[in-house]
């Protein structure tokens, strides 16, 4: 008799021995061995070596071991499977985690001559977030102040992939208007959970948006972070011309501009025309100068202006064009150029100038000539 066809239990038995003639078993009686035989499966249980909390294993891995308790009769041995199937012939289980099956079961069992026997169930489910696997961006990084729309979108979001079991979010701002821990709006789909936050300040500065990321199970968070600038359009900009003299005669042209307030401070560039030509941008770089204006928010006021010598301006009726906008991307764009009220004219004429030469820091003039400038208001 297998064992398998006997099942679990204490089995006895009877025998008979007759002669092999018709009615040969009504003629005896039936014998007795003098033992029974008890069958059992082992007993089997499963333990696992990862730590767990709330349900999961605390990161993306784990070990466990399926092992008999009691030995049974006959003997046999504890195995896992999933669905069905043999995962494993011995007791020891790893298991990693599967985004497209974050739950994953799994049970213990008996494997004896007697057959199966079901011990315990493993579901295996995972908490951990990954480091640095929090994407941010913000819907502008500079914004005007007093611009049509001067409200930012900061959407946050992680994939799936690296984080488990869902995440919480929460935004905090750092800046001449900070706020705390912010809950945003959630949302998620079958790639990422994401967040989105509104920042629309009433004071300029630059801001610092934080989206943090927290497992709930884990308590463990990963943080990242976008800066937004939300600038002001110079107040009460002007541009205006000076010259400088040396001897009673002009070196050289000052061009300033400023603005009694703007943030961040101001960047400037100059352009210039001859006789009413083509505008020629003035590619020497502008002395600036910026005065804080408060502390929170901090405004500045503005100068900056560029000297050009007589001897790169050359001959002719010469006017000039300022720009001086917040130093932000496509700050030039938002600003109109504004030409100072006067221009200057600059005359040449062979050996007009005693000492004429001093108006040279450089090299000569082409063909010798030195110039003899006149102011034209």
Request: proline share 7%.
């Amino acid at each position: 008799m297998p064992v398998q066809e006997l099942g679990e239990g204490t089995h006895s038995f009877l025998g008979y021995i007759y002669p092999d003639v018709t009615g040969g078993l009504g003629m005896v009686n039936g014998i007795e061995p003098n033992k029974t035989v008890t069958l059992s499966f082992p007993q089997v249980s499963h333990s696992c070596l990862t730590n767990m909390k709330q349900g999961y294993f605390i990161g993306k891995s784990a070990r466990c071991i399926c092992r008999a308790t009691f030995d049974g009769y006959p003997k046999g041995s504890g195995q896992w499977y999933k669905e069905d199937q043999t995962v494993r012939t011995i007791g020891d289980l790893g298991v990693t985690y599967n985004e497209s099956n974050p739950e994953q079961v799994y049970t213990c069992e008996t494997k004896s001559a007697l057959g199966r026997k079901p011990g315990s169930t493993l579901i295996a489910k995972f908490a951990f977030i990954d480091p640095d696997s929090v994407q941010i961006a913000s819907s502008s990084s500079e914004v005007n102040l007093r611009g049509n729309n001067n409200q930012v979108q900061v959407a946050c979001k992680i994939s799936r992939d690296h984080v488990s079991p869902a995440p919480t979010f929460s935004f905090s701002v750092d800046g001449p208007r900070s706020q705390g821990p912010q809950p945003g709006t959630h949302s998620s789909d079958d790639n990422y959970y994401q967040s989105q936050f509104s920042l629309s300040p009433d004071v300029v500065g630059q801001y610092q948006v934080t989206c943090r990321v927290t497992n709930s199970v884990t308590t463990t968070w990963q943080d990242n972070s976008t800066k937004i600038t939300f600038y002001t359009k110079p107040e009460n900009p002007s541009c205006t011309l000076s010259e400088d003299t040396r001897y009673g005669t002009i070196t050289s042209v000052d061009v300033t501009c400023s603005t009694s307030k703007v943030y961040p401070e101001a960047k400037c560039s100059f352009y210039r025309k001859t006789n009413g030509g083509n505008d020629v941008k003035i590619t020497r770089n502008p002395l600036y100068s910026h005065k804080a204006l408060g502390s929170n928010p901090v405004y500045y006021s503005s100068q900056c202006s560029v000297s050009m010598p007589v001897q790169e301006l050359g001959e002719g009726t010469h006017s000039f064009l300022g720009y001086i906008y917040p130093d932000v991307t496509g700050g030039l764009g938002m600003v109109n150029g504004i030409e100072p009220n006067k221009t200057v004219t600059l005359n040449s004429r062979e050996g007009a100038l005693p000492h004429s030469q001093s108006l040279w820091d450089g090299p000569a003039s082409p063909r010798g000539q030195k110039f003899k400038p006149t102011v034209l208001i």
